[in-house]
Nanobody, 125 residues
């Protein structure tokens, strides 16, 4: 059974940083392309960033480019999301997702096969 467990969320002031982690168990981690999505109160879940199986390709929502960095450590079965220069509009529940599809459309939720339970990120002004 595949499990994704996020950690690292919390409360931070605007301009601060957080690093989210998502550990995957139950299958060879390098089989998965990985992504992070977020859902703010009253809004639909949206794509934030994605990373290919090898880590050689990354993709970002325009509003987080230059502030967020996705990375992965295949030896630790973990994907990371480093978030810098946080803004109040980044407040949301952040979800990691794992996909097995050969051709990933990272911005589409349906591309991904497994999801974590989410971790809350709150940015105060």
């Amino acid at each position: 059974q595949v499990q994704l467990v996020e950690s690292g969320g919390g409360l931070v002031q605007a301009g601060g940083s957080l690093r989210l982690s998502c550990r995957v168990s139950g299958r060879t981690f390098s089989d998965y392309a990985m992504g992070w999505f977020r859902q703010a109160p009253g809004k639909e879940r949206e794509f934030v960033t994605g990373i290919s199986r090898s880590g050689s390709s990354t993709y970002y929502l325009d509003s987080v480019k230059g502030r967020f960095t996705i990375s992965r450590d295949n030896a630790k079965n973990t994907v990371y999301l480093q978030m810098n220069s946080l803004k109040p509009e980044d407040t949301a529940v952040y979800y990691c997702a794992a996909g097995l599809n050969r051709y990933m459309d990272y911005a589409r939720e349906s591309t991904f096969d497994y999801w974590g339970q989410g971790t809350q990120v709150t940015v105060s002004s």
